[in-house]
């Protein structure tokens, strides 16, 4: 049974989350304050986490950044909920390092969709044929230990980053469409907002360095590699 934190301090709110969630077969937990939720993440290490931006005790873009930073933590799933939806508290909360970001007002159906997909994303992945390690440019992707490097420095990357990389890597030089990224590697359907991917596309050519620049922008469409 996956857990899921819901750190939310409208409590009508956590609980119709909880209750919906508990019914789909997670085991919910629900706290109201930021700091008090930073501390039950580390504590709990649930296997995905639902955050509130706005948030007493500390907001909920300085607990995702403490979340990412510590290594115990790191690499928990975890969905910002706002009831800010302008672009540019979209891209604040992918900078932080959140997976995906909701805005209020919501169906409860769809939440429940992105807990789904988010979690299937986190999964490990599933053992092919395919070499462990890829290497392209200074790039090089060892898929079973989940890990980076760009020019021999490691690069934490988040869940999602990767996938993403990983991706693109295998598809190299075929060209993707955002809709088609947005099917393969978050799971959802082509009527999603596709400017989360290229919010993550930005932000993984900037943790990858000059290196990342073989990620090249097809007007209009998508990305590819391009080496």
């Keep these: 049974m996956k857990k899921v934190l819901i750190i939310e301090d409208e409590k009508d709110l956590a609980e119709l ?20 939720g930073l501390e039950l993440a580390v504590a709990v290490r649930p ?10 005790g500390l907001l909920g873009t300085e607990v995702c950044k403490a979340l990412r930073r510590d290594q115990r933590t790191v690499s928990i799933p975890i969905i910002m909920i706002t009831a800010k939806g302008d672009e540019i508290d979209r891209v604040v909360g992918f900078e932080v390092g959140a997976d995906d970001y909701i805005v209020k007002p919501f169906s409860i159906r769809e939440v429940v969709l992105r807990v789904k997909a988010v979690l299937r994303r986190s999964e490990p992945p599933v053992e092919t044929g395919m070499t462990p390690l890829l290497t392209i440019g200074d790039i090089a992707i060892d898929s079973q230990r989940h890990m980076v490097t ?13 996938k993403l990389l990983l991706y693109l890597v295998e598809k190299k030089e075929c060209v993707q469409s955002r809709e ?48």
């Design 17 to 36: 989350l909880a209750f919906n969630l508990d019914r789909e077969g997670y085991a919910t937990t629900t706290v109201h304050d930021g700091k008090q």
């Design 47 to 56: 296997d995905l986490i639902l955050l509130d931006q706005m948030l007493p």
């Design 150 to 162: 760009s020019l021999g420095v490691e690069v934490e990357l988040t869940t999602t980053e990767f």
């Design 180 to 227: 088609q990224l947005l099917q393969r590697v978050w799971g959802y359907n082509s009527t999603a907002d596709t400017r989360t991917v290229d919010t993550h596309v930005t932000r993984l050519r900037g943790k990858l360095g000059a290196p990342g620049d073989i990620i090249k922008t097809v007007r209009g469409f998508g990305y590819k590699i391009e080496v």
